[in-house]
Structures are given as C-alpha cells and as structure tokens.
T-cell receptor
Framework: GESVGLHLPTLSVQEGDNSIINCAYS??????FIWYKQESGKGPQFIID?????DKRQGQRVTVLLNKTVKHLSLQIAATQPGDSAVYFC?????????????FGKGTKLSVKP | DAGVIQSPRHEVTEMGQEVTLRCKPISGHDYLFWYRQTMMRGLELLIYFNNNVPIDDSGMPEDRFSAKMPNASFSTLKIQPSEPRDSAVYFC??????????????FGQGTRLTVV
C-alpha cells in the first residue's frame, strides 16, 4: 500500500461565493476534456465536458473554460453551496475525442464554509 | 436504473490470495471501464470493453491482473496473486458511447481493496 499520502490542493470558499478550480493538462494534442466531482466514499460524477474546438461551455451553475495556448482548463462554480464540497478532477483525452483512455489529474479539494 | 453496481464494497485479503471484483453496468451501456484510484497515482484506467470485447488493456499493471466480460451485464476484475501494493479503490464505470453524444461515464461506488 501507499506509505506517503499525496496532499491535494485545497480551495476553501464561503458559501454563496463563486469558485474557480484550475487544471493544467499535459498533452497539446488532447482534444476532449471532462470535469468530474467526487464526494467522499463515492465514485466520480460527470459534471461537464468540452471539446477542443470550443473555449467555453456552460452548464447549470458551472462553466468550463479552455485555453489551448497555455494548456489550461478551469471550472467555475457559481454561488457555491455546501453540497459542492468534494474533490474535483479534470481529465483529458487525445483519442479523437474519445473517453476510451482518459488521463485524470490529481484533483483539487473544494471546501465550502457555511 | 440502480446505476453501476459493484461488489464487494470492501475487501480485505492476505497477500498471495486471489481477489475478484465484480461489476454490473447500466443496462444498455455498450462500454465498461475499470479504474484504479490511489492517493499516489490518482485515477488510472486499467481496461475498457466495448460490447463485451476488451478494447484497450494497456493500463493493466501486470499479468496478475485480468478482466473479463462474459455478457453485457457482468464484468470481473481478478488479481492473482494479490500484493499489498494492489491496495486501492477500484471503480467500474459504463457509458453509452465514447465518442460523440452520450459519452458520460457513470461510475459505481467502488471496491476498497486492502491487501495485508
């Protein structure tokens, strides 16, 4: 088993504020990106995806921004709620926009203070 | 639909023993994925199937790991013999597609494996 734990970056925000979670991806050929949310003791849950021919995509209370020039992805959560507390992962893929072999980032822990 | 169902939720076994993890994907989903999650390495794809056929097993760490999908509603991930470094949470996920629309993967609750 693991002998050393990996400390996740943590973002702490006040309830009602907006949250921005950042992700730097590694492969300039990646053309499909997904954000996942993982609550304690549960599996990852799909939040939103974006393809490389877009630079912005909006969902319900969430927005994903893609900057291919600097290989940067961000997830913005509007009016953050306690239920948003979780670990957020970005994932990239360069398999023609396929989810077949996603590469996941290490994750960011979001903590929402009431 | 009950979602992706994995069993067991927790497994503790001794080094050298065989371990079998089970997964029932969502009905109608043609793709099934096995992932492993550890603090050190994060979430890694081990293997995925399309219509019960293994497509990419390049993530399977060693020959000790094997996965099967005998039918559309059942898959197993087997580790034989197990080692302490296999301790992790193993997730199964399924999706309708992997390209185009309906690519969202739905994850199960995971199996926490501890090898002592």
């Amino acid at each position: 088993g693991e002998s050393v734990g990996l400390h996740l970056p943590t973002l702490s925000v006040q309830e009602g504020d907006n949250s921005i979670i950042n992700c730097a991806y590694s492969n300039s050929a990646s053309d499909y990106f997904i954000w996942y949310k993982q609550e304690s003791g549960k599996g990852p849950q799909f939040i939103i995806d974006i393809r490389s021919n877009m630079d912005k995509r909006q969902g319900q209370r969430v927005t994903v921004l893609l900057n291919k020039t600097v290989k940067h992805l961000s997830l913005q959560i509007a009016a953050t709620q306690p239920g948003d507390s979780a670990v957020y992962f970005c994932a990239e893929n360069n398999y023609g926009g396929s989810q077949g072999n996603l590469i996941f980032g290490k994750g960011t822990k979001l903590s929402v203070k009431p | 639909d009950a979602g992706v169902i994995q069993s067991p939720r927790h497994e503790v076994t001794e080094m050298g023993q065989e371990v079998t993890l089970r997964c029932k994907p969502i009905s109608g989903h043609d793709y099934l994925f096995w992932y492993r999650q550890t603090m050190m390495r994060g979430l890694e794809l081990l293997i995925y199937f399309n219509n019960n056929v293994p497509i990419d097993d390049s993530g399977m760490p060693e020959d000790r790991f094997s996965a099967k999908m005998p039918n559309a509603s059942f898959s197993t991930l087997k580790i034989q013999p197990s080692e302490p470094r296999d301790s992790a949470v193993y997730f199964c996920a399924s999706s309708i597609n992997i390209q185009g629309p309906n690519t969202e993967a739905f994850f199960g609750q995971g199996t926490r494996l501890t090898v002592v």
